[in-house]
């Protein structure tokens, strides 16, 4: 079964500082990976995904995340943060075709805080 | 295009009684999946539905249930209602048939909250 782990609850940055939401996963066979994002009291919003193909994925935003296979990570990354970036952010994998009609699987979320 | 309807969108129940969510996706959308969300848990996966077959289940309990409407429209139903059920619930729809890249469009969610 796959797995998603988001080792931070909380990660605090800066205003124009770059920024980092760790991720890495667990899928038996290729992985499909996304980033999500929370605003308070909606759903989820797409940000990028990495299907196949060149390792750095950009995405909404300014965000873009690196799939690293031998690390089992796609971190998600943004050069500077702005403040309106603060929400909660989830990593999301499932397994490729080939493995079979897997669920999406999700962390538990980092929060992000951007201080002015 | 209207995008991932659910309603409603705030519902307070008693323990013991049952509740049914109901989630309309973006037209032409096949596949629909449930999510709970709780501040502890983050989300997890309740089911997915596609063609009005559930292709995939979560591990809940079976006081859980849900089905799909030939519209694609899903309904889900939780009965013998806990207090730990009380969270954020989430569907989602995709324009794919099977486990391909573009993701999940979801809706607002269903605040369920159990007294």
């Known amino acids: 079964a796959q797995s998603v782990a988001q080792p931070e609850d909380q990660v605090n940055v800066a205003e124009g500082n770059p920024l980092t939401v760790k991720c890495t996963y667990s899928?038996?066979?290729?992985?499909?990976l996304f980033w999500y994002v929370q605003y308070p009291n909606r759903g989820l919003q797409f940000l990028l995904k990495?299907?196949?193909?060149?390792?750095l994925v950009k995405g909404s935003y300014g965000f873009e995340a690196e799939f690293n296979k031998s690390q089992t990570s796609f971190h998600l990354k943004k050069p500077s943060a702005l403040v309106s970036d603060s929400a909660l952010y989830f990593c999301?994998?499932?397994?490729?075709?080939?493995?079979?009609?897997?669920?999406?699987?999700f962390g538990k979320g980092t929060r992000l805080s951007v201080i002015a | 295009k209207a995008g991932v309807t659910q309603t409603p969108r705030y519902l307070i129940k008693t323990r013991g009684q049952q509740v049914t969510l109901s989630c309309s996706p973006i037209?032409?959308?096949?596949?629909v999946s449930w999510y709970q969300q709780t501040p502890g848990q983050g989300l997890q996966f309740l089911f997915e539905?596609?063609?009005?077959?559930?292709?995939n289940k979560g591990n809940f309990p079976g006081r859980f249930s849900g089905r799909q409407f030939s519209n694609s429209r899903s309904e889900m139903n939780v009965s013998t209602l806990e207090l730990g059920d009380s969270a954020l619930y989430l569907c989602?729809?995709?324009?794919?048939?099977?486990?391909?890249?573009?993701?999940?469009?979801f809706g607002s969610g269903t605040r369920l909250t159990v007294v």
């Open positions: 999301a994998v499932r397994a490729a075709p080939n493995s079979g009609n897997t669920p999406l699987v």
């Open positions: 899928v038996s066979g290729n992985p499909y």
């Open positions: 037209s032409g959308h096949r596949s």
């Open positions: 989602a729809s995709s324009f794919d048939p099977g486990p391909e890249g573009r993701g999940y469009t």
């Open positions: 990495y299907i196949t193909g060149d390792n």
């Open positions: 539905y596609f063609s009005e077959t559930q292709r």
